[in-house]
């Protein structure tokens, strides 16, 4: 048996004990004041753990960030674990979802979306820290608190702290089969507005622009650049139009939900998309890009080294990916390696039935605590 699981399994009870309580303090992305509170505690969490700076980055809209740091001044580039602190669950939640245990599971709102993976991380370097056996490198963790809303206010600060690292570990859930992730599909969303002319609809129909049947026919042109097979979606996930039952419409708004899996896939449905042009004489069509994450395009070299750590610890591992995004789409497109999916194994996440695989925790935190350990600087 692995030295580090059966370590980590003796931890297995004070593990549950500490998700639970950080499952207990509520952390919507919108709810700045609850999200704050759990940054304060992890700051405590944080320093408990030997960490020799923690600072924290203030924030208006969003809950604040936290930048915690080991072995300040050694040798070598550091590791970054990112995770972030927010969920989707609206501040009481727990009302409804109360935690609960059963079946070897735990069930709490935000549990396995990523409260698991952010203990997990925490564990594993107190653990090498007790064991001494912390590597001579520096170890930095950013938590942040807007993962949820696609990291509009942390991305540059992301992109920052891992330009300077050899290696980022993101501790989102692992798949649904237990694998770490090596790929996620990049994504991009976009705001396509039609305007047509608005006439009465009784008595002059033929003065107006009808901006809905514009947009039927845009839907039918945006629809055919799906590519299923090949990882492409295109989907239209929202659609606000007309102002009364006797008016032509005058102006339609919709959502656009674009995912690929290589970024030369995403550049060309970009041009594609945002080249639209007016099907009836007098429309007028503009879609404009408003979010997006890169891909994060698998690197086989990165899973075989990681599978090859894991092994020399009595662990197999095996990998996966995602079509949702996380924020090692930001790291992995910049060429930083990155592994994702170290989190905990359960299923359900942003779903009433949310749970985490209690036996994981210890199994991912001794994963986490062998790469920390041996990964060296030789991709």
């Given at each position: 048996?692995?030295?580090?699981?059966?370590?980590?399994?003796?931890?297995?009870?004070?593990?549950?004990?500490?998700?639970?309580?950080?499952?207990?303090?509520?952390?919507?992305?919108?709810?700045?004041?609850?999200?704050?509170?759990?940054?304060?505690?992890?700051?405590?969490?944080?320093?408990?753990?030997?960490?020799?700076?923690?600072?924290?980055?203030?924030?208006?809209?969003?809950?604040?960030?936290?930048?915690?740091?080991?072995?300040?001044?050694?040798?070598?580039?550091?590791?970054?674990?990112?995770?972030?602190?927010?969920?989707?669950?609206?501040?009481?939640?727990?009302?409804?979802?109360?935690?609960?245990?059963?079946?070897?599971?735990?069930?709490?709102?935000?549990?396995?979306?990523?409260?698991?993976?952010?203990?997990?991380?925490?564990?594993?370097?107190?653990?090498?820290?007790?064991?001494?056996?912390?590597?001579?490198?520096?170890?930095?963790?950013?938590?942040?608190?807007?993962?949820?809303?696609?990291?509009?206010?942390?991305?540059?600060?992301?992109?920052?702290?891992?330009?300077?690292?050899?290696?980022?570990?993101?501790?989102?859930?692992?798949?649904?089969?237990?694998?770490?992730?090596?790929?996620?599909?990049?994504?991009?969303?976009?705001?396509?507005?039609?305007?047509?002319?608005?006439?009465?609809?009784?008595?002059?129909?033929?003065?107006?622009?009808?901006?809905?049947?514009?947009?039927?026919?845009?839907?039918?042109?945006?629809?055919?650049?799906?590519?299923?097979?090949?990882?492409?979606?295109v989907s239209i996930t929202r659609v606000d139009g007309g102002s009364a039952g006797n008016v032509i419409p005058a102006l339609v708004r919709a959502h656009i939900d674009a995912r690929a899996l290589s970024q030369g896939a995403l550049d060309k449905l970009h041009a594609?998309?945002?080249?639209?042009?007016?099907?009836?004489?007098?429309?007028?069509?503009?879609?404009?890009?408003?979010?997006?994450?890169?891909?994060?395009?698998?690197?086989?070299?990165?899973?075989?080294?990681?599978?090859?750590?894991?092994?020399?610890?009595?662990?197999?591992?095996?990998?996966?990916?995602?079509?949702?995004?996380?924020?090692?789409?930001?790291?992995?497109?910049?060429?930083?390696?990155?592994?994702?999916?170290?989190?905990?194994?359960?299923?359900?996440?942003?779903?009433?039935?949310?749970?985490?695989?209690?036996?994981?925790?210890p199994r991912q935190a001794a994963l986490c605590a062998a790469l920390l350990l041996e990964w060296t600087q030789d991709i």
């Amino acid at each position: 048996m692995s030295l580090f699981l059966d370590t980590f399994r003796q931890r297995r009870d004070a593990m549950l004990d500490l998700l639970i309580k950080l499952v207990t303090l509520e952390s919507c992305t919108g709810d700045k004041r609850g999200v704050d509170r759990l940054v304060a505690f992890m700051e405590s969490q944080l320093t408990e753990s030997g960490a020799m700076s923690v600072r924290r980055y203030a924030q208006s809209e969003v809950g604040d960030f936290t930048l915690a740091k080991w072995n300040e001044g050694a040798a070598g580039k550091p590791i970054l674990i990112l995770g972030h602190l927010d969920t989707v669950y609206p501040s009481g939640s727990l009302d409804t979802m109360p935690i609960r245990v059963a079946d070897g599971r735990l069930y709490g709102p935000g549990a396995l979306d990523m409260k698991a993976g952010v203990l997990i991380a925490l564990e594993a370097i107190r653990a090498l820290r007790e064991r001494q056996q912390l590597p001579d490198r520096p170890i930095h963790m950013l938590l942040t608190s807007d993962e949820e809303i696609g990291s509009p206010h942390s991305e540059a600060l992301i992109r920052e702290r891992a330009a300077e690292c050899e290696l980022v570990l993101v501790m989102e859930p692992a798949t649904k089969e237990g694998a770490i992730k090596t790929w996620r599909k990049g994504g991009a969303k976009y705001a396509l507005t039609i305007e047509g002319r608005s006439a009465h609809a009784g008595s002059a129909p033929q003065e107006g622009i009808n901006a809905i049947i514009e947009f039927a026919q845009q839907a039918l042109e945006i629809n055919r650049l799906n590519d299923l097979k090949y990882g492409t979606s295109v989907s239209i996930t929202r659609v606000d139009g007309g102002s009364a039952g006797n008016v032509i419409p005058a102006l339609v708004r919709a959502h656009i939900d674009a995912r690929a899996l290589s970024q030369g896939a995403l550049d060309k449905l970009h041009a594609d998309l945002t080249n639209l042009y007016p099907k009836m004489p007098g429309a007028n069509v503009s879609c404009v890009r408003i979010a997006g994450r890169p891909p994060m395009e698998r690197r086989a070299e990165l899973f075989e080294k990681a599978a090859a750590i894991a092994e020399r610890h009595g662990l197999t591992i095996d990998e996966g990916g995602s079509g949702g995004g996380s924020d090692g789409n930001f790291t992995a497109a910049m060429g930083v390696p990155t592994l994702d999916g170290l989190g905990a194994h359960g299923d359900g996440a942003h779903a009433p039935h949310e749970h985490v695989i209690i036996d994981s925790l210890p199994r991912q935190a001794a994963l986490c605590a062998a790469l920390l350990l041996e990964w060296t600087q030789d991709i």
